[in-house]
């Protein structure tokens, strides 16, 4: 089984510039959602869903935009990158009875 | 405050040392706990969820105490191997996973 799948693994971005993180699960999960981590902050929640064309906003969510056609994927696109966007960025699924969330590998994501 | 509270480490402790992790959650609707390993550079994974009753897997003990809202990991006989940050994971029904910021753990010879 693939689980999750996250790509890229690495990214340089110039300010301004926009691109998408791909997340993709083969285990029918409803519930999927992005984080990115920082140093000293721990992983902070940028948007979710809990199905297919439905999204809700995290704690961080300005300057990232989701949308979930299907079950499978929850891309990320960030609209204008900015340098406080370099993070390292994860894609989750959970399916219901939340018994394990599931990650991707992550994206390390710089802004310069 | 926040809503999920870890000691801030980092821990280090010799090989075959006990270690105990901490933490606190503020909301008390919560209903789902757990603990990830994330190694460095790497995903969270699940180490193991958090049973009220207190559940035990091998070298390692989880308890829940819902009055106090407090969560722990003990962790016996360290090995060089577990050496990594230890995440504090809480869930309120069907919604967000709440992390802790994480406390590292350094094993050393």
């Known amino acids: 089984n693939a689980g999750v799948t996250q790509t890229p693994k690495f990214q340089v971005l110039k300010t301004g510039q926009s691109m998408t993180l791909q997340c993709a699960q083969d285990?029918?999960?409803?519930?999927m959602s992005w984080y990115r981590q920082d140093p000293g902050m721990g992983l902070r929640l940028i948007h979710y869903?809990?199905?297919?064309?439905?999204?809700d906003q995290g704690e961080v969510p300005n300057g990232y935009n989701v949308s979930r056609s299907t079950t499978e994927d929850f891309p990320l696109r960030l609209l204008s990158a900015a340098p406080s966007q370099t993070s390292v960025y994860f894609c989750?699924?959970?399916?219901?009875?939340?018994?394990?969330?599931?990650f991707g590998q992550g994206t390390r994501l710089t802004v310069v | 405050r926040k809503e999920v509270e870890q000691d801030p480490g980092p821990f280090n402790v010799p090989e075959g040392a006990t270690v105990a992790f901490n933490c606190t959650y503020s909301?008390?609707?919560?209903?789902?706990f757990f603990w990830y390993r994330q190694d460095c550079r790497k995903e969270p994974k699940l180490l193991m969820s958090?049973?009220?009753s207190g559940n035990e897997d091998g070298r390692f003990t989880a308890q829940l105490n819902r009055a106090s809202q407090y969560i722990s990991l003990l962790i016996r006989d360290s090995k060089l191997s577990d050496s990594a940050t230890y995440l504090c994971v809480v869930t309120a029904g069907y919604s967000t996973l709440t992390f802790g910021k994480g406390t590292m753990l350094l094993v050393s010879p």
């Open positions: 285990m029918n999960h409803e519930y």
């Open positions: 989750a699924s959970l399916g219901t009875g939340f018994t394990e969330a599931f």
């Open positions: 909301n008390s609707a919560s209903q789902s």
């Open positions: 869903s809990v199905g297919a064309g439905i999204t």
């Open positions: 958090v049973y009220s």
